[in-house]
C-alpha cells in the first residue's frame, strides 16, 4: 500500500498520517509520515532539492536556537 500518492499531473501530494508521535529517533524515522517522505524524494529523484530544504531548515532551526540563548 502506498504512503504517498502523486496526482498523474504532479498537482498534490497526499500523505498518509498518524495521530501519535514516535517516542524515539529510530521511530522517528520508522514513521509512516517520514517513509513517505523518503520513498516520495526517491521516487521522484529529488535527492538534491530535498537536502537543499532540510539544510535550510536546520539552518534556521540553529540560528533560532542562537538567539533564544542570547535573550536575558
Known sequence: MARVKLADDGSSIDF?????????LKKFRRSPEVEGFYRFVYENDLRFEAGEILDKIILRRRQEKKAKRKKP
Open 16 to 24: 498518509q498520517t498518524s495521530d501519535t508521535l514516535p517516542s524515539s
